[in-house]
């Protein structure tokens, strides 16, 4: 239990749990607007790290339809990140547009919804094996370029490694947190989202197009989710076209655990999910998996509207 | 004679807001005692926390002498304490005799095995279920339309299944919601007889809550009045009628809304 | 004729053990209860069969038993997954709407990976050559065919007794039905109960089907196709889930042809079914009837 073995877990934690929150927020966002879970965001967030991948390595892979095609560019790793969130952000608008629209204007309960957007995941899941195969994809150790692996701290007795991809985890999820927050706090559409957050039924009221501003939620929340399906697979690789379901429901919990619908709550429970895990003994390990659930578990029990989220008496 | 009903310093806080504050009244057996006040003074909060939907934030109710605090609004409801929504809560896919029948099936705890192998006591209690409830349709008027489900009746016959489907729980103590909400001058004096009649038939406490001061005139013994959370007046009537205090709350709300007919249909609004 | 068992006798015995699955999940939405546990109970019991099938230290029993031990092993997962459903349901049930949902979700994750690390169920490979009863597996109809009848029936005779009624009033309105003098936990945890040892008994039934048994039979992902059973069947109906069941498990059969891209088309047949059949297949029947 020494100050180096807190450290080090305390890095890992932190840097896994940013990235949690950044891809929880998308879940949230959507909820808070729509009041539904859109299961195809983890879809969105193994599309994401797809394509970020093809554009940085300009390779399709061995099994898929486009085996054996490349691309005539590879775009330096910060540019492909970029430009594989937009296109993840376009895949959250066509989301919208398949598997939400069509029942919003039919008035549909939300059950529904729920439903066909796990149809539209298995649609882009199999969509990517499809294309790109079922083989584990992992991004080359020179995706960085020339920085080192990793930084080696000395810590009294011990040693804190600080890799340098879980700076970059936590670095980019910290940027995109505060342009987040700066987003919501000071731009028109992000004071509605807030309002909308806080209270449904004053979307309309606030003479805003409804369908426009769901538009720009979906589409930011398939940012947040394409960005983060890239980070996690440079860290661990692309364990196929199914690796983003485990992280969906992962990032279900973090966002139940934080309150649905609360912004703060979805950042506060990646962390603390991020934490929970880091600072799981070593003994424990292979209960890793179960540490988000479990929590969740225990928070519902406890307190059922999560650590952030507003407890509400139904109105009679 | 000791109450049907008794409130004791009853005070509600939502968050820093008091809905209600220190609510101490009686209500005598036999009594028809009408709640009366402006939109928001509380009315339909007290309900709540009569029926155990909501938890008072202190203070004590008693039903028949017992203490309600802690008990579940089923408990409470199987007490004694039926009551309607302002907003009308019927199970809408459910047929109107269905509906009645639920109370009942409640008060005899209908055991799942009894019922799915139809042993002779379940297949009894079965029958002395459906036999309430078709006398209850039978009383409202909607013995033509007993098999419609609930949310095809139309918005005056839904509130009368609401009253029929609670008397089915054979309360002591029935409390309306605003039962005349939406009605004209003639429908709220067939409503007025038939509260008196099903008050005497079943030997009911009624409490109701009505914006329609005429109507609580005319029916009720006792009167309370609520605003802003507090009682402002208690008593006969024509007491009450007179009392300096409730001038000035109903005359603030006839300034500000009109004519109290007006008030009267804020009810029906939810119906939407 | 004998090919024609061979392809499809698997896919219709399939059929019936999805359908009871999928009832499995209807019971708890007739109190309208959204849970996905079922999933987790249905591994509990195909455990309970798969020990009770291979365990060494049974094997007295087994020969003892001869087919009988197939029926003590359906009671066996019964009993263990009504008394694990009322712990889970008493605490769980409490939770509403969309939260019941996930901490159902929670629950089987949480039991995967308990299951995982527990030796005596074979880590992450599982319990394999589990004993079957029968060399054909159309054969399997005999198991699940009763089983499915057997429920239709006590569906058919629930929904028409006071408790079936008190389900529908808590599914129709919890807040009215409470004040109806209905006792909202108790009734929501025996409908979610009943969902629980549904499913056990499933499992039991299924481990010797599929010869082993592994943390891979209670995913996530079978408990969503579960619940895309009943949704796009009807989910007001006893009959959607066995018409949902019918469908979506023959589906990827009846789009084998187009090979790879069939799960797409599989994706794309469930947000249709959502956008055009809200009320599900049996809605469109009710639809007609009235």
Redesign the interface.
Known sequence: MSLAWFLQNLVNGLSIGSVYAVFALGYTLVFSVLGILNFAHGAVFTLGAYLTYVLAVGEFGLNGLLAGMTLPFKLPFALALLAGALLSGLAGVAVEHLAFRPLRKRGADALLALVSSLGVALILVNLIQYLFGAEIYSFPSDVLGTLPPAVILHVGEGLVAMRTIQVVLFGVSLLLLIGLAWFIQFTKQGKALRAVAENPDTASLLGISVDAFILGTFFISGLLGGLSGTLIGVSFGLSGPYFGVAYGLKALAVIVLGGLGSIPGAVLGGLVIGLAEAFLPPDMSSFKEAVPYALLFIVLLVRPQGLLGKNA?EK? | MSPVLSVEGLSKA?GGLMALTDVDFEVQEGEIFGLIGPNGAGK?TLF?ML?G??KPTTGTIHLLGQDLSGK???AI??LGM??T???I??????SVL?NV????????????W?????TSR?RR??RE?LDLAHELVEMVGLGARMHAPAASLPYGDRRRLEIA??L??SPKVLLLDEPAAGMNQAEKQDLSNFIRVIRDRFGLTVLLIEHNVPMVMGLCRSVAVLNFGQLIAKGAPEDVQADPAVIEAYLGVADARGADDEVAIGGGVNNA | MEDFLARYGFLFVTILQQALLGLSLYLPLMAGQLSLASIGFYSLGGYVAAIMGTHPALAPLRDALGFYVYPLEWLVALAASTILGAALGYPALRLRGIYLALATIAFVQVFGVVVLNMPIAGGAIGIFGIPQPFENRLAYVWFFGPLLVLTLL?LW??ER??????F??IR??E??????????TARKV?AFVLGCALAGVVGAMSAPLLNTWNARQGTFDAAVACLAYVLIGGR?SKWGALLGAALLVSLPELLRPLQNSRMILNGVVLVLACIYMPQGIAGLFARRKA
């Open positions: 008496e009679v | 939502f339909t709540n029926t939907l909501s579940s609004p089923a409801a199987r039926a009551r929504f302002q907003n809560r019927l199970f809408g896919a459910m269905d029948r639920v109370p009942r099936h409640a008060l005899d705890k209908a055991s799942l009894g019922g799915v192998f139809g379940s209690r079965e279920a489907r609670a089915a729980l | 006590f005779r629930l007794s006071g408790t079936g009624r008190l529908f009033s129709e309105d807040l009215a039905a409470g004040a109806m003098g209905v006792n909202v025996q007001r």
